[in-house]
T-cell receptor, first 112, second 112 residues
Framework: DGGITQSPKYLFRKEGQNVTLSCEQNLNHDAMYWYRQDPGQGLRLIYYSQIVNDFQKGDIAEGYSVSREKKESFPLTVTSAQKNPTAFYLC???????????FGPGTRLTVL | GENVEQHPSTLSVQEGDSAVIKCTYSDSASNYFPWYKQELGKRPQLIIDIRSNVGEKKDQRIAVTLNKTAKHFSLHITETQPEDSAVYFCAVYRGSNYKLTFGKGTLLTVNP
C-alpha cells in the first residue's frame, strides 16, 4: 500500500467551490476506487474504475466526478453540487475488481 | 444491495484476552471477505481475508472464520496487545456488482 499516494493530506474549501483530490499508484493495478468515510461510518464507494478510460458510479456518486486518463491516476473532483462534502476521502487500488484493495493515506476535506 | 452488519460497535478487553468481532451479510453470492484495521487518522490496512471456498484462515494471533450457510464471518484476535487498539472493518465482496461493501466498524480498545 505504500505505492498509493494521495494529495493533499488536508484540504479546505469554501462553499460553492469545486476541488480536485489527487490519487496516484505505481503498483501496476488496473482497478482504482474512491471511498468516503464519515465518523462512525464504514467506507462508502463513490466511483470505481476497472480500466483506463472507464469508470462506474458507486453508491454515493452524486456531486462527484472522476476521470481515468492514465493507469496510474484517478483524480476525484468534489463539485459544489455535493451537499455535505466534509469527510475523509480514501483512494484504493487493486489488480482486478475481485482482488484485494490497498488504500492510500487519505485526504481530509473540510468545507468552511 | 448487499447489507453488512458488524457487531459490536465498541469492544474493550484487557491485554492478553481474546477479542471477537462478527459480521453478517445478506447476499449468499458474496465470495470474498476481508478485514481491515484502521488506526486513528490513518489508512485502512488489510490484516486477513478469506474466500468462500475456505472455512477458516489463521495468521499468527489473528484468525477469520466463515459460515456460509448462516452468512456470517468473524475476526478472532488472541493474546491482545495495546497496539491492537484500532477500528476494525469487515467487508463483503459480491461479484455480481463488483462492489466491496463495508461494515460500520468496531472500535477495539486493549487496556494494559
Amino acid at each position: 500500500d505504500g505505492g498509493i499516494t494521495q494529495s493533499p493530506k488536508y484540504l479546505f474549501r469554501k462553499e460553492g467551490q469545486n476541488v480536485t483530490l489527487s490519487c496516484e499508484q505505481n503498483l501496476n493495478h488496473d482497478a482504482m476506487y474512491w471511498y468516503r468515510q464519515d465518523p462512525g461510518q464504514g467506507l462508502r464507494l463513490i466511483y470505481y474504475s476497472q480500466i483506463v478510460n472507464d469508470f462506474q458510479k458507486g453508491d454515493i456518486a452524486e456531486g462527484y466526478s472522476v476521470s481515468r486518463e492514465k493507469k496510474e491516476s484517478f483524480p476525484l473532483t468534489v463539485t459544489s453540487a455535493q451537499k455535505n462534502p466534509t469527510a475523509f476521502y480514501l483512494c484504493a487500488s487493486s489488480y482486478g475488481l475481485a482482488d484485494t484493495q490497498y488504500f492510500g493515506p487519505g485526504t481530509r476535506l473540510t468545507v468552511l | 444491495g448487499e447489507n453488512v452488519e458488524q457487531h459490536p460497535s465498541t469492544l474493550s478487553v484487557q491485554e492478553g484476552d481474546s477479542a471477537v468481532i462478527k459480521c453478517t451479510y445478506s447476499d449468499s453470492a458474496s465470495n470474498y471477505f476481508p478485514w481491515y484495521k484502521q488506526e486513528l487518522g490513518k489508512r485502512p490496512q488489510l490484516i486477513i481475508d478469506i474466500r468462500s471456498n475456505v472455512g477458516e484462515k489463521k495468521d499468527q494471533r489473528i484468525a477469520v472464520t466463515l459460515n456460509k450457510t448462516a452468512k456470517h464471518f468473524s475476526l478472532h484476535i488472541t493474546e491482545t496487545q495495546p497496539e491492537d487498539s484500532a477500528v476494525y472493518f469487515c467487508a463483503v465482496y459480491r461479484g455480481s456488482n463488483y462492489k466491496l461493501t463495508f461494515g460500520k466498524g468496531t472500535l477495539l480498545t486493549v487496556n494494559p
